[in-house]
């Protein structure tokens, strides 16, 4: 069973928004997954379903056949946080924190069960 990676770095979002997104891929099939995520009404939806075209791309690559792919695993972990100053009042400042994610997606050969015939 060969697995095929993929990964997304520095996206700026939070990594807690992108994971509403890449829950609900998690375990699918690619076809499947690539058109849920067009659909998803979420700014997420395109870059992650760009990231589960490029794994598949990779799969192609590297000659795996991508019939019966599925998203074995979808990972989204922070990445840098860009740090910013927001003036207040008395001469104050207040942080901003801008946070980034790391999205990496693995795909895996689905195991097609043979029908036993007696």
Do not use: C, W
Not at 26 to 34: D, Q
């Amino acid at each position: 069973m060969q697995e095929v990676k993929a990964e997304l770095k520095n996206y700026r979002q939070s990594p807690r928004k992108v994971r509403i997104v890449a829950d609900t891929v998690r375990g699918k099939r690619v076809e499947e997954a690539i058109t849920i995520l067009s659909f998803v009404p979420k700014r997420a939806g395109l870059p992650l379903q760009k990231l589960v075209a490029s794994a598949v791309a990779n799969a192609k690559n590297l000659s795996i056949p991508t019939e019966n792919l599925v998203v074995k695993s979808i990972s989204v972990n922070a990445g840098a946080t860009l740090y910013r100053r927001r003036p207040r009042s008395k001469g104050m400042a207040n942080p901003i924190r801008k946070r980034t994610s790391r999205v990496s997606v693995v795909l895996a050969e689905k195991m097609v069960r043979q029908a036993h015939h007696k």
